[in-house]
Structures are given as structure tokens and as C-alpha cells.
């Protein structure tokens, strides 16, 4: 924690003198855009802070949705409904079910691979509705509605949300080597330090904002990748031994399980960890995964603030699945 904490100190410098700087200037700095990984459909996207990421069900199935702050005339608030990934013939096939009914309807000029429409739904509410194709001729996007006076109002925001969506699969993110150590890691991430000894390694990375606080401040995830010699017999219990004898005494465990091996990437089983740390002021959360090969213990840890940890963990857990020693 110690080493992240040099590692990023300059850039918090950085962006504590720019802060100022437009201050001082009399301009407010941008509204920053927060991250969001949906555990259940897979699919990423980044918005303004001050939109509500909800769930809902109907007809037994749970889908992912979004709200801007509601303007003052609107009866409802504008939303954006995700529309998980869908195995179909056409991104017409999977577009039926929401343009039927609607009028107006009109094709959306569009990048390859995206398909787009503007119309108003049965309800007679302005409606935009966004497609992607994936790989395997699946479809993915989303289905946006709102007052007229809310989709010119947000309109810049739409676009860079839709233009963000993304299906996260951990395998096809960029591979990161270093020192006999292998993590794929979102592109979108910032890799941070490398350090390296004759037996001891590590690399780290760090999320896009998860959170916001005090205006434009952002909370961010942390991962480290490391490596290190584990004492004679060089087994999993011992190494499990020496990782917990090594956290302070602010650290709790709130949970511990395994973690399964993964034979076609040639990782034993080992443990993951769910831990608090900090005080009652100040608390972060953590998921550390650890396992041991040829006798050189792998940890992969993951920490963020408590009250964005929610965010980091879907693609802590994906990423998690990538880690092995070569």
C-alpha cells in the first residue's frame, strides 16, 4: 500500500496544482465521467457522477439502468436501459422489440459496426436506441428515452456514455508481462510502477475514477501483481501463513475461501480474501488472491475506499482470472 502511495503521489501533486490553477482562473474544472462494469451482463460504461445506476426486474428478467437528474417540467426522468449482449441474425432482429410500436421511426447516420435509430416509443416519449455488434453475431447497446427538453439538454452526455458501452471479457484485455508474471488488464487502465529484485517482483495498475468527492475529486481502485520466494516447504499454507502474519493490526478478514486452479493457464488452486482496513474514519476494502507455483508465492490484490469498492470488484474478480507465473 505504501509503495502505491509513492507511485501515484506526483500525479495526485499534478492534478492538486491544476485544480488550482483553474481555480485561480476563475474556470471550473471538468465534470469528471465514473466507471461502471455490470456484473451480470458483462458490459462497461462510464457516466456523469450525478446519474443513479439502478436495477430492476420484470418478467423475471434484471436489467441495468441509468437516470439523469430529472429537469423541472419532466414528469420522469431520462433513462437508459442496457441491453445485454444477444445472440441474433441482425442488429434489425434485436432492434424489433423496441422500435415496434413507435413512430418516427429514422435510421441514425453511425460508425461500422453500430447501428442507431431515432423514434418516439408507444408512449409517445422521444427515444434513441443504440446497437453494437460483437463477436459470435452477438448485439449489444442501449435503449435511451426522455422529454425532448432533457435529450437536447443531455445530449453531449448521451453520446459519450453510449460511445463508452463495452463487453468486458477479461481474456481478450491487453496482456501485461513483467518478471515471469502475466495480468491482462483493461486498456482504459493506468499501468503504474514496475519493481523488480533477483527474487522479489511486483506491477501495478490503477482504475479509471469509480467515485466522486468534493466536486471533481476522484476515488480510483488500486491493483498490484506480485511475486516473492515462499519459505521451506514453499507450499500454499505456508505462504498463506506469511501473508496474513504480515498485515497490520487495522486489517480484518471478513472472508475467506478458495480460489480454484486454472489448468489451462497453468495456475494452482489458492485462497481469495475479503478484508477491511483502516478505521471507523477512513476504511478500504480489499480482495487478495494467492497462490503458489514451483515455490514462488503470486498475489494479486485489489483495494479501493469501502464506499467504491462495489465498483472495482466485477473487474477485480475478471482480471483475477487472467493472473498466473509463467
Known amino acids: 500500500m505504501e509503495l502505491r502511495a509513492r507511485t501515484f503521489r506526483l500525479g495526485s501533486r499534478l492534478r492538486a496544482v491544476v485544480a488550482a490553477a483553474l481555480v485561480a482562473s476563475g474556470c471550473s474544472p471538468a465534470e469528471p465521467v465514473l466507471s461502471f462494469l455490470d456484473d451480470s451482463s458483462s458490459m462497461s460504461f462510464t457516466h456523469p457522477p450525478r446519474w443513479t445506476v439502478g436495477f430492476a426486474e420484470q418478467d423475471g428478467i434484471r436489467y441495468r439502468y441509468l437516470t439523469a437528474p430529472k429537469l423541472g417540467n419532466d414528469t420522469e426522468a431520462l433513462s437508459v436501459t442496457l441491453i445485454p449482449s444477444t445472440a441474433a441474425a441482425s442488429a434489425e432482429t434485436v432492434s424489433e422489440p423496441y422500435l415496434g410500436g413507435g413512430s418516427g421511426v429514422a435510421r441514425v447516420p453511425a460508425l461500422p459496426g453500430i447501428s442507431e435509430w431515432s423514434f418516439r416509443d408507444p408512449s409517445g416519449v422521444t427515444s434513441r436506441l443504440r446497437l453494437a455488434s460483437a463477436r459470435d453475431g452477438r448485439f449489444f447497446g442501449a435503449w435511451v428515452r426522455g422529454s425532448d427538453a432533457a435529450m437536447k439538454r443531455y445530449?453531449?452526455?448521451?453520446?459519450t456514455l453510449l460511445a463508452s458501452l463495452q463487453v468486458e471479457e477479461g481474456s481478450g484485455w491487453p496482456e501485461e508481462r513483467f518478471a515471469g508474471m502475466v495480468a491482462h488488464a483493461p486498456s482504459t487502465w493506468t499501468r503504474g510502477s514496475r519493481l523488480s529484485n533477483p527474487t522479489k517482483a511486483s506491477m501495478q495498475f490503477k482504475s479509471l475514477p469509480l467515485a466522486v468527492e468534493k466536486g471533481t475529486a476522484t476515488i480510483h481502485g488500486f491493483v498490484t501483481v506480485s511475486k516473492e520466494p515462499v519459505p521451506s516447504p514453499g507450499q500454499l499454507e505456508t505462504f498463506n501463513k506469511v501473508v496474513k502474519e504480515r498485515a497490520s493490526d487495522t486489517v480484518a478478514l471478513l472472508e475467506h475461501r478458495s480460489w480454484p486452479a486454472a489448468p489451462s493457464l497453468g495456475r494452482p488452486e489458492g485462497y481469495v480474501d475479503y478484508l477491511?482496513?483502516?478505521?471507523?474514519?477512513t476504511s478500504t476494502r480489499i480482495r487478495r488472491f494467492?497462490?503458489?507455483?514451483?515455490?514462488?508465492?503470486?498475489?494479486?490484490?485489489?483495494?479501493?475506499r469501502a464506499d467504491a469498492f462495489d465498483r472495482l470488484d466485477p473487474w477485480c474478480r475478471r482480471m483475477a482470472e487472467t493472473v498466473r507465473l509463467e
Open 155 to 159: 445530449a453531449t452526455r448521451i453520446d
Open 276 to 281: 477491511r482496513s483502516g478505521t471507523t474514519l
Open 290 to 304: 494467492i497462490t503458489v507455483k514451483n515455490g514462488v508465492g503470486l498475489m494479486f490484490f485489489c483495494e479501493a
